[in-house]
């Protein structure tokens, strides 16, 4: 196949350019590899928070803000809410020791 030089040149170009864009993308990756991720939040920190939020913390203490909950005269939306925290307080209990 008899390709024009100038034809040529531009088909090294673009082969050279592809070539050039492989390593920088396997460089990039690399880099983005190496990279530390973001820590994971402290889920103490944000338990302490919601317990702080509904004024409850130990086993005694959530299931006494349940009942005190269930018996006000709220919206049933905010009820259900705090009820939700307060179980998701139960299950992120310390365990005893």
Do not use: F, H
């Amino acid at each position: 196949m008899n390709i024009p030089d100038e034809v040529r040149e531009d088909l090294e170009d673009v082969l050279c350019a592809a070539e050039d864009a492989r390593i920088y993308t396997e460089r990039i990756r690399a880099w983005l590899d190496s990279q530390p991720t973001a820590p994971e939040p402290d889920w103490r920190v944000l338990r302490a928070a919601l317990a702080a939020l509904v004024g409850a913390d130990t086993k005694e203490e959530l299931d006494m803000m349940e009942m005190a909950i269930r018996s006000t005269a709220a919206p049933d939306k905010d009820k259900a809410v705090a009820i939700n925290a307060i179980d998701a307080l139960r299950e992120t209990l310390p365990e005893a020791k």
